[in-house]
């Protein structure tokens, strides 16, 4: 894990493009009613890093041996009385299945909840994401509900399971969690 940098934009362009059926039923869309999205690469990293300054967003790139495989990004951060945010992840097809997503999410809570002093992290899914379903039953994330109509993919507004994980929920953490249970949610 490491902080999303302006120079990652050719890698981050075809990670995306040679990833565009694997990601494609997840990605989030606008409505129509939107209208444009800023696509590109520089004006997303733009307003990542300008919602990062003003404490409410914490954009990462997920890396396998130095190489940017993927990306994680802390959402909605909210302070206050609340102290929670929200987590949205992707990783490349090709290293799918090899723990780098368990992993990520459980480094980036593990530094929210005690570095950053966040009290709740929230991870919402499509109902039949079951890679991302696998990824916070290994982690050991309680279902708080199903969220009707959460978020505009693919053309209409998707009903998705909601997830957390609170910080007295994992004394020690979570990486220390998923290592307990081998990286596979078994508990051996």
Known sequence: MRPLRRRDARTWARLRADNASWLGPWEA??????????????????????RARQGH???????????????????GITWGSARWASLGYWVSQSHAGRGVTPTAVALVCD?????????????SIRPENAASLRVVAKLGFTEVGLARGFLHIAGHWRDHRVFQVLAEDVPDSLVTRL???GGDGTGG
């Open 111 to 123: 530094h929210l909840l005690t570095t950053v002093g966040l009290h709740r992290v929230e991870i």
């Open 179 to 181: 290592d307990r249970r």
């Open 57 to 75: 967003a914490m954009p990462f790139a997920v890396t396998w041996d130095d190489e940017v495989v993927g990306m994680l990004t802390v959402s």
């Open 29 to 50: 869309t606008l409505p129509p009613e939107a209208g444009p999205a800023a696509t590109s690469y520089v004006g997303m990293i733009g307003t990542l890093r300008r």
